[in-house]
């Protein structure tokens, strides 16, 4: 679907904005920001192939989006957040700000989480050890069933 009074490159920026789950409304003022041009929504919406009305949206804008879509789930590296240094790093400006501005409960709460971030708060990573930190110790033992019974209180069938 055509639209003849958007130029390409603003065109391209909508279908890359949107396979990246950007809003509307995010979308529509990062363009009249940085091209200086107003769009509707519904008109920034008919470039997105997973709504209805982009249902007729031409190939090479379809393909384009897929490609920016499967890219952006892929690649989280590319996203500044998700690396821990970036988020310190803004931690410590806003732990520095809310000093400056003597909101100290609020310092304290960056401080906090920025704690949590080092110690793997944010993590699915758990380390299961032994006393002291020490690596856990397996033992295997090789009983017979009558050994097992006496060991540990329970009676054997034999069969019988």
Request: with cysteine; hydrophobic share 40%.
């Amino acid at each position: 679907m055509a639209r003849p009074g958007l130029p390409n490159e603003v065109r391209t920026f909508i279908v890359q904005s949107l396979a990246c789950f950007d809003s509307l409304a995010t979308i529509r003022d990062a363009i009249k920001k940085e091209f200086r041009l107003e769009v509707t929504p519904q008109s920034i919406e008919a470039y997105d192939p997973t709504k209805r009305a982009g249902r007729k949206l031409a190939v090479q804008w379809r393909e384009m989006f897929d490609a920016a879509r499967k890219s952006f789930l892929e690649d989280t590296a590319a996203i500044a957040i998700s690396h821990r240094s970036v988020r310190l790093r803004a931690l410590q400006r806003m732990a520095h700000k809310a000093e400056d501005m003597k909101n100290l409960p609020l310092a304290a709460t960056l401080y906090e989480q920025a704690a949590k971030e080092v110690g793997d708060a944010y993590t699915n990573r758990r380390e299961i050890t032994g006393k002291g930190g020490a690596a856990l110790q397996a033992v295997v033992t090789t009983m017979t069933p009558k050994e097992a019974a006496d060991a540990y209180g329970s009676t054997i069938n034999d069969g019988a």
